[in-house]
């Protein structure tokens, strides 16, 4: 499968943006799909995660701000972003979790960008 992250760019604090990861090569609505990011010098850390019944988890830092989502029709992921915050700013990668439990499928990233 190949993914392809889109959406990024750059936002005042306090406002949104959606990030979308259109995939190619093999449906996605049996799997995993998830959101990453990795700010400059810092580790990739999680996003998101929504199963493919549509369960979704946070990590603690965009609870209540960032929504996940995904249309399987489209076979497109989405990150909802609101009140983003300039620790936000990070390239984000949407990823697929193919074999096992582990994500090892990832979309080349998409910067984006928050200004105080």
């Known amino acids: 499968v190949q993914l392809q992250a889109s959406g990024g760019g750059l936002v005042q604090a306090g406002g949104s943006l959606r990030l979308s990861c259109a995939a190619s090569?093999?449906?996605?609505?049996?799997?995993?799909m998830g959101w990453f990011r990795q700010a400059l010098g810092k580790e990739r850390e999680f996003v998101a995660t929504?199963?493919?019944?549509?369960?979704?988890t946070y990590a603690d830092s965009v609870k209540g701000r960032f929504t996940i989502s995904r249309d399987n029709a489209k076979n497109t992921l989405y990150l909802q972003m609101t009140s983003m915050k300039p620790e936000d700013t990070a390239v984000y990668y949407c990823a697929a979790q193919l074999i096992g439990s582990s994500f090892n499928a990832w979309g080349q990233g998409t910067q984006v960008t928050v200004s105080s």
């Open positions: 929504i199963g493919w019944s549509g369960g979704s």
């Open positions: 090569g093999r449906r996605i609505s049996g799997y995993t």
